[in-house]
T-cell receptor, first 113, second 114 residues
């Protein structure tokens, strides 16, 4: 089955700097990779996603890149702000499933002013 | 608010008791999912519905767990004879359907079994 590994587990950045989170997946047939942000006491919020026919996608300060050959994808947050502090999860759509996602273990991002 | 709604937000129960959680998905979404999340981990898939039909259940879902979506709208997740290991955040998500659809999660129900 699909296995998703996420690194680092914690990331501390100064406000204004960039943050990068990396994930690898095992099933080469996976074709959809969303990223979620989870704040304390809340459910995961979809922030950006990418499909396997695209190498990069950007939405304001957030971007995701996908390397299908290496089976890894990354989240980039530029000009970080304190409100970016949260746990971020990557996920991969399990092949031939009905929208079932396999999540990574999460990255705790702390942005210090 | 047109997002996914879950009730209650928190539930504390004693071991051996039964508990039931409710999820109201986004109104036009025909797929509904239950996930479980323990501290420091990502959500793990439990089960999902296409309209009122329960199409898949994870091996994580023991026979003490049962989920329903009787009219293809809201869903309930019941845990019978709760155990301390059932303590977790139970998350509901919904989607429109189709390949690579976007899942939208509710705020979850935090279960604590004493």
């Amino acid at each position: 089955g699909e296995n998703v590994e996420q690194h680092p587990s914690t990331l501390s950045v100064q406000e204004g700097d960039s943050a990068v989170i990396k994930c690898t997946y095992s099933d080469s047939a996976s074709n959809y990779f969303p990223w979620y942000k989870q704040e304390l006491g809340k459910g995961p919020q979809l922030i950006i996603d990418i499909r396997s026919n695209v190498g990069e996608k950007k939405d304001q300060r957030i971007a995701v890149t996908l390397n299908k050959t290496a089976k890894h994808f990354s989240l980039h947050i530029t000009e970080t702000q304190p409100e970016d502090s949260a746990v971020y999860f990557c996920a991969a759509l399990i092949t031939d499933s009905w929208g079932k996602l396999q999540f990574g273990a999460g990255t705790q991002v702390v942005v210090t002013p | 608010d047109t997002g996914v709604s879950q009730n209650p937000r928190h539930k504390i129960t004693k071991r051996g008791q039964n508990v039931t959680f409710r999820c109201d998905p986004i109104s036009e979404h025909n797929r509904l999912y239950w996930y479980r999340q323990t501290l420091g981990q990502g959500p793990e898939f439990l089960t999902y519905f296409q309209n009122e039909a329960q199409l898949e259940k994870s091996r994580l879902l023991s026979d003490r767990f049962s989920a329903e979506r009787p009219k293809g709208s809201f869903s309930t997740l019941e845990i019978q004879r709760t155990e301390q290991g059932d303590s977790a955040m139970y998350l509901c998500a919904s989607s429109l359907g189709g390949v690579g659809e976007k899942l939208f999660f509710g705020s979850g129900t935090q279960l604590s079994v004493l």
